[in-house]
């Protein structure tokens, strides 16, 4: 499978709006800093996967190739924000998995337009996707979240945000599980008095390390940690990288 960062950022995104942080001021001068709304996509066999539609330009990138299918990791709004605009759109319908979440967001459920949501993804029941196995794991956040364990036979990787640590069942399946790559959610820096709902850098490097992935790389990033890393001084482990929006594995 061929995997690509199209956003890294957190809900501000970077430049984070009003902000003049070095981080923000930086990525105002050069696009390669910022960071859209997280979210990314497979490619396997001529297919093409979205993980998450919180790009503000995602009926765009779907009109230049129309997806397979959209998998939703949750409902907040930079996950899904995208798709505001691409109900409305024409033609074929596309299908959208998702967790199970009465709510979903705003009137997304009732006005659908060409979306067909298929909000029943169970915990650790797998989904066939052409080549492509995905299986749905639970995250802690303040929505039903659903990180994602995807498998094309020859390699998997485990795309897991937004989440605060994680749930001891979806630890124990992902050792079970021995990703070669795993993709975590490191919003805020270590030095952030009370994360919630997201993991800081030192908890996302202890899960890390537990997991013992061979590569890892860090997403959902926030401005202040970005701040930090400009800063210097912080060395990341040997096999764990902070992605950037365009980065293609
Ligand atoms: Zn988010
Ligand atoms: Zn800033
Ligand atoms: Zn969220």
Known sequence: ??????GSGDSAQVPRFGCDCPACARARVLSSHRRGPCCAEVRLDGRRYLLDAGR????????AERPAAILLTHYHADHVQGLFHLRWGTGESIPVHGPKDAQGCADLYRNAGILDFRPGLKPFRALELGGLTVTPVPLNHSKPTLGFCLDDGDARLAYLTDTLGLPGETERFLRDW???????????PSTHPAPSNHNDLSLALQILER??????????????LDAELMAGGLALPAGVEVAHDGLTL
């Open 211 to 224: 997991l013992g992935a061979p590569q890892a790389y860090l997403t959902h990033i926030g401005h202040e």
């Open 1 to 6: 499978m061929n995997f690509r960062f199209v």
């Open 178 to 188: 021995a990703p070669d790559v795993v993709v975590l959610d490191a919003t805020h």
């Open 56 to 63: 503000m330009d995602l009926a765009e990138s779907c009109e």
